[in-house]
């Protein structure tokens, strides 16, 4: 027996295999979890939000998403539309600068037309000539809201002045070197002097402290009512303040100066 075994050799002994230990499995996250996970993710958003003072060292108008600590704050948009211009009224040719922030699109080019409309986007043709880039931009405001917004804030600019337009016409008559009507500029105060000087000039026989603005007086308005400027103290003394804005219709009349012999 022993010498099968030395040529058989002795049976190798193994050893059971031991079962492997389940791995556990991750329990499911509650509601309360999924929750509080949310909560932690809102917080690191606003966290990451640039600071609202940051938000308004960049122009409203640039193309850059507007801060959302900014659209979340109706005071900060509210101040951002008070520093509209108040000063400058737009009028037909002017283009401007377009943007509402909620919509968070690239700022656009529009136009006022010939007829003094404004074509707004997603609503259409608003009244614009005569107003300023604020009031027209409230006014836009108040329209969105009331069709297709809950919070609009809109944000206008001036961006290139119609050099071109007119806002009507003046007559100058009288003792001056070429008489008749002339165009009332847009881009500046277009007084009773500078429409003389526009005009040529006095004549020799004029009589420069006594030129007569009527308002309205192309139109048939009352002599009565004149206005009785003296344009030589405005030009040889500077006395500008007296020097009188003309408007449409207005006549400005230069008499002839007594001669006494």
Same mark, same amino acid.
């Given at each position: 027996?022993?010498?099968?075994?030395?040529?058989?050799?002795?049976?190798?002994?193994?050893?059971?295999?031991?079962? %492997? /230990?389940?791995? =556990?499995?991750?329990?499911?996250? *509650?509601? &309360?979890?999924?929750?509080? !996970?949310?909560?932690? #993710?809102?917080?690191?958003?606003? %966290? /990451?939000?640039? =600071?609202?003072?940051?938000?308004? *060292?960049? &122009?409203?108008?640039?193309? !850059?998403?507007?801060? #959302?600590?900014?659209?979340?704050?109706?005071?900060?948009?509210?101040?951002?539309?008070?520093?509209?211009?108040?000063?400058?009224?737009?009028?037909?040719?002017?283009?401007?600068?377009?943007?509402?922030?909620?919509?968070?699109?690239?700022t656009r080019d529009l136009t006022v037309g010939d007829?003094?409309?404004?074509?707004?986007?997603?609503?259409?043709?608003?009244?614009?000539?005569?107003?300023?880039?604020?009031?027209?931009?409230?006014?836009?405001?108040?329209?969105?809201?009331?069709?297709?917004?809950?919070?609009?804030?809109?944000?206008?600019?001036?961006?290139?002045?119609?050099?071109?337009?007119?806002?009507?016409?003046?007559?100058?008559?009288?003792?001056?070197?070429?008489?008749?009507?002339?165009?009332?500029?847009?881009?500046?105060?277009?007084?009773?002097?500078?429409?003389?000087?526009?005009?040529?000039?006095f004549s020799d026989f004029a009589d420069k402290?006594?030129?007569?603005?009527?308002?309205?007086?192309?139109?048939?308005?009352?002599?009565?009512?004149?206005?009785?400027?003296?344009?030589?103290?405005?030009?040889?003394?500077?006395?500008?303040?007296?020097?009188?804005?003309?408007?449409?219709?207005?006549?400005?009349?230069?008499?002839?100066?007594?001669?006494?012999?």
């Open positions: 027996m022993r010498i099968i075994q030395l040529i058989i050799g002795t049976p190798r002994q193994t050893t059971p295999a031991v079962p %492997a /230990a389940p791995v =556990p499995r991750a329990p499911r996250p *509650t509601r &309360s979890a999924c929750a509080l !996970a949310a909560l932690v #993710l809102l917080c690191q958003a606003r %966290a /990451a939000d640039p =600071p609202l003072s940051a938000a308004f *060292t960049n &122009s409203p108008l640039s193309d !850059a998403p507007t801060s #959302l600590t900014v659209l979340r704050d109706p005071k900060a948009l509210a101040a951002l539309m008070a520093t509209l211009d108040d000063t400058k009224k737009l009028g037909s040719g002017d283009k401007v600068t377009y943007r509402v922030l909620e919509d968070q699109d690239p007829s003094g409309d404004l074509d707004v986007p997603y609503f259409g043709l608003v009244q614009a000539e005569k107003k300023t880039c604020r009031q027209l931009a409230l006014e836009i405001k108040g329209l969105l809201e009331k069709r297709n917004y809950r919070r609009a804030t809109v944000i206008l600019s001036l961006q290139e002045i119609n050099r071109k337009r007119i806002l009507g016409k003046v007559y100058v008559v009288g003792q001056v070197k070429l008489s008749g009507p002339l165009d009332i500029p847009d881009d500046e105060v277009f007084t009773v002097s500078k429409a003389i000087l526009k005009a040529g000039g402290h006594n030129v007569k603005l009527i308002k309205g007086g192309a139109h048939g308005e009352d002599s009565k009512h004149a206005v009785i400027i003296n344009v030589a103290e405005i030009w040889e003394k500077g006395k500008t303040s007296n020097d009188v804005p003309v408007e449409a219709g207005d006549l400005v009349f230069v008499p002839k100066k007594n001669i006494n012999f």
